[in-house]
Each structure stands twice: as C-alpha cells, then as structure tokens.
C-alpha cells in the first residue's frame, strides 16, 4: 500500500482559498487514481475530486465545479486539491486515497481506494 499524509489545511475566511497537498510514499503513484473526500462532523464521507493516472478529464462534485480544481505532479509522487472561493459548506475533514487498481469507474466511491491518508481539517468561516 502507499502511504499518505495531507497538508495545507487551515482556516480561511469565506470566498478565500487553500490548496491541500497530499505526499504519496511507496507502491507506484504514477499508476494509481488518486481521489480527494471530505467528512464534515455528523455526516457521512463524501466524494470532491477524482484524477486519473494519465491526469485526463478530472472528476468533481457538482458543488465544488467551478471551484476545486484537481492536480497531480508524478514527479514529485503528490496530488494538490486548489480551492477556491470557499464557501461555510465546506468546512470538513479533508481525505486523500489512492486506487491502486485504477478504476476510473468507481472514483467517486470511497469503499474502491485502498490507501488513505490521515486527513487535514478545513474551516471556514462565514
């Protein structure tokens, strides 16, 4: 399995922005689809963006479209998640996983990623 530790998390007033970054370690993250989940307190872990092994047509929520942007960097073995304009609503614990399977398919599932990494709290006030 590939080892996984998020940064960049923080608190940021409304409208303004973060960029997460998630460093993979071990297995080959070049071939893996790397996705970003969020678990605000009392609900359930929710899927925000996906990325392919080949960085091809991204994935995103329909409620972060427009905003989020997913990146990934194989030489540096690490994904970024920009966020922009940042709304209350997205305050959450931000996850990152790794598919080492690579089925673009089930991106948006979290139960298809093996890997996880500790997660890195997001706040953001209104």
């Known amino acids: 399995q590939v080892q996984l530790v998020e940064s960049g998390g923080g608190l940021v007033q409304a409208g303004g922005s973060l960029r997460l970054q998630c460093a993979a370690s071990?297995?080959?993250?070049?071939?893996?689809?790397m996705g970003w989940f969020r678990q605000a307190p009392g609900k359930e872990r929710e899927f925000v963006a996906a990325i392919s092994w080949s960085r091809r047509s991204p994935d995103y929520t329909d409620s972060v479209k427009g905003r989020f942007t997913i990146s990934r960097d194989n030489a540096k073995n690490t994904v970024y998640l920009q966020m922009n304009d940042l709304k209350p609503e997205d305050t959450a614990v931000y996850y990152c996983?790794?598919?080492?399977?690579?089925?673009?398919?089930?991106?948006?599932?979290?139960?298809?990623?093996?890997?996880w990494g500790q997660g890195t709290q997001v706040t953001v006030s209104s």
């Open positions: 071990g297995g080959i993250f070049s071939s893996y689809t």
């Open positions: 996983a790794a598919d080492s399977s690579n089925r673009w398919y089930t991106r948006a599932k979290s139960d298809a990623y093996d890997s």
